[in-house]
């Protein structure tokens, strides 16, 4: 008897080398891409948005393909919602509605505390499989049934957690429905208060952390949860969504009328260095004595657009700048498609180390190339070196706006266009990463499916 099953165990080995030989040899391409998933989806986990927007197939845990319930007519809609209850935020509620509302065989739910500047005519442009929903009042989150509740994005998690204490509770108790917590302060999530209202969703595996940059993953890993017992994946999202942009001119009107670059968000010293950034348009005016320099200076604009008290502009200064302040998201985005240029103009380093800047999917949204350096590019990963005009080294952001202008306006234009047709890429991609996210989420059976 032992002799048999000595033999019986030396046949079932061979035949497991032989299938693992046969495996590596000629199924080479499939093995890449199971190696490259079963990495993806270890636990804990910083993905790289740009490297998981492929999400074709995945891998089980037995390395089979996981079932898609997107794909499954027949099967109960996922129940989706969106959730936003500090009125602020607007652009990253629009980023998750298009691509959660993008997967097939869902119902998507929408409760925001505010609708600001029009947001929702955006949203409404958007072409889904469903209309995007009316929003809600947060506290209506629940009113139905808890038990329907499949996935829950809270897209200000740091506060969403607070103003929803009770219907996060029921939730939990059900243990039914995953919770994706979108961090906008990665450096909060080290406070004790953060760590026990998230400890029994990462216990239980019902939670996921979305970041809106890969830095901000980084930091949130290595500091917010340096302490923590167990982490959460964490995932990186690029917060982008299509709106309906002018068309470009004509590369032979390039140079004719304004000649804008921008700079956008709240008009806050604690935001943006005004001072300096005011001093070095001042010098980038005078330097440029040259015929046709003098020509385009006088059509030389900076475009501030944000709201707030507005900060003080030099005299030599007030023909140059131009406020655009508190406009609708349409207005606003028509205005940015104008400019050539974005200025990211970090008041803080933070912005390269634990907070996601607003301005650089801005300008990705508005086709405008952002004025980058390689730090920029390193901590927004999903950023195409190929859609910035790179600040070398030694050049201050205005060395960079008066090396654009002195090329011909043709360059200008295709650099316009060439960050459209990325952030058209970048939303069809986001649609994918989701979709790959429910896929894993179903898979573990995080859901009430």
């Not at 890449?32 to 948005?49: A, E, N």
């Not at 469903?130 to 506290?139: N, T």
């Not at 590369?251 to 921008?262: I, N, P, R, S, W």
Request: aromatic share 10%; charged share 20%; with cysteine.
């Amino acid at each position: 008897m032992a002799i048999a099953r000595n033999f019986s165990g030396f046949l079932a080995i061979s035949a497991v080398t032989l299938f693992l030989v046969g495996f590596f040899l000629f199924g080479s391409g499939f093995n890449r891409q199971f190696s490259y998933k079963s990495l993806l989806f270890s636990k804990p986990v910083i993905t790289d948005d740009a490297d998981i927007s492929d999400t074709s197939s995945a891998a089980n845990g037995s390395g089979g393909v996981t079932f898609n319930p997107l794909d499954d007519a027949s099967r109960q809609p996922l129940s989706i919602a969106v959730v936003e209850t500090t009125g602020y935020h607007d652009e990253v509620v629009a980023a998750f509605v298009h691509s959660f509302g993008s997967q097939k065989n869902s119902i998507l739910s929408l409760f925001q505390h505010n609708q600001r500047y029009g947001i929702e005519k955006i949203m409404q442009t958007f072409k889904l499989p469903k209309p995007v929903p009316a929003s809600q009042p947060p506290a209506l989150l629940l009113a139905d049934d808890a038990n329907t509740l499949d996935v829950l994005v809270l897209t200000t998690c740091e506060y969403d957690r607070i103003k929803l204490a009770s219907q996060l509770e029921a939730l939990l108790k059900e243990g039914k429905t995953h919770l994706l917590c979108v961090v906008h302060h990665a450096d909060h999530w080290a406070n004790e208060d953060h760590q026990n209202f998230i400890g029994p969703w990462v216990e239980k595996g019902l939670v996921d952390f979305v970041t809106l940059s890969q830095h901000t993953a980084t930091f949130l890993r290595e500091t917010g949860m340096n302490a923590w017992k167990s982490k959460p994946p964490i995932r990186p999202f690029a917060p982008v969504f299509p709106v309906n942009l002018p068309k470009l001119p004509k590369a032979v009107d390039a140079d004719k009328g304004e000649l804008g670059f921008g700079l956008q968000g709240l008009y806050e010293s604690t935001r943006r260095n005004y001072e300096t950034i005011f001093s070095h348009l001042q010098k980038f005016i005078d330097s440029r004595s040259s015929e046709r320099d003098e020509a385009i200076n006088s059509n030389v604009t900076l475009h501030l657009l944000g709201q707030g008290i507005h900060p003080e502009v030099p005299s030599g200064l007030i023909s140059h700048v131009s406020f655009d302040e508190s406009l609708d998201y349409d207005e606003y985005y028509s205005i940015l498609s104008r400019t050539f240029a974005l200025l990211p103009a970090f008041a803080s380093d933070q912005y390269l180390d634990r907070k996601a800047s607003s301005t650089v999917p801005a300008g990705l949204i508005g086709g405008t190339p952002l004025v980058a350096t390689k730090e920029i590019l390193a901590a927004y990963s999903y950023l195409p070196e190929d859609a910035v005009y790179l600040q070398k080294t030694d050049e201050t952001e205005f060395d960079v706006v008066g090396r654009v202008l002195k090329d011909v306006g043709k360059h200008r234009i295709e650099k316009m266009q060439t960050v459209r047709n990325k952030c058209a890429e970048l939303v069809e991609s986001n649609a994918r990463l989701v979709e790959g996210w429910i896929k894993e989420i179903v898979a573990e059976g995080h859901t009430g499916h």
